[in-house]
């Protein structure tokens, strides 16, 4: 991710005297070649890198705190079988951040869904079984990403109804902790019966 503020650093460590309407034409002719692609105004996935940038990485750049999660997650998984061209994110509740808009937001680059979880729900637990390793940007397990769905169906607040998902690639050693942590077994486990109920 490249924002308009860190281009015009770059540049000017490598040319000190570059003017900035300088650099914003460099950024347009970027824009018009496919190097840079706008996301919102002054953020932008940067596709000189190799791989280039994805939209999950602008999640975090658009709210604070946001862990890509819930259906993108779980598609890209296998565990969900409905694939949608949506970014969808959590973003964590609390007082330490300012109340987040919720929702979708259509950007350049594409759309988000951005979800209010509370922070406690997002945060606790291992790092490494909450969120992936080996990526720029906040994303979770899989298993967490299927907690943090079935935390939402079970708030009056949201309107997600439960997930039905393929347990299969799950790590059930990781969701058990995780659901544990989160206060969360009885949802899990009403979840599992009802989708092994339904198989059957």
Not at 70 to 79: A, E
Not at 95 to 101: A, I, Q, V
């Amino acid at each position: 991710m490249l924002d308009t503020a860190s281009i015009i650093q770059v540049a000017k460590n490598v040319c000190r005297d570059i003017s900035k309407p300088s650099v914003e034409r460099w950024i347009q002719e970027a824009l018009a070649a496919n190097r840079l692609q706008r996301v919102v105004r002054g953020l932008f996935l940067n596709r000189l890198i190799s791989p280039p940038a994805q939209l999950c990485e602008a999640a975090v750049w658009l709210r604070p705190g946001a862990v890509i999660s819930l259906q993108t997650v779980l598609g890209d998984s296998g565990v969900w079988n409905n694939y949608t061209p949506w970014v969808t994110a959590v973003v964590p509740l609390s007082s330490r951040y300012t109340m987040p808009s919720l929702g979708r937001v259509e950007t350049g680059g594409g759309t988000f869904v951005f979800r209010g979880i509370s922070e406690r729900i997002l945060e606790i637990g291992a790092e490494r079984d909450r969120l992936v390793t080996g990526v720029d940007y906040r994303r979770a397990t899989p298993e967490a990403a299927l907690l943090h769905w079935l935390y939402l169906s079970g708030s009056p607040r949201s309107r997600m109804s439960t997930p039905p998902l393929d347990l299969g690639s799950l790590d059930l050693k990781r969701l058990k902790r995780l659901g544990t942590v989160m206060q969360l077994e009885d949802s899990l486990a009403i979840w599992r019966d009802r989708n092994v109920s339904e198989e059957a």
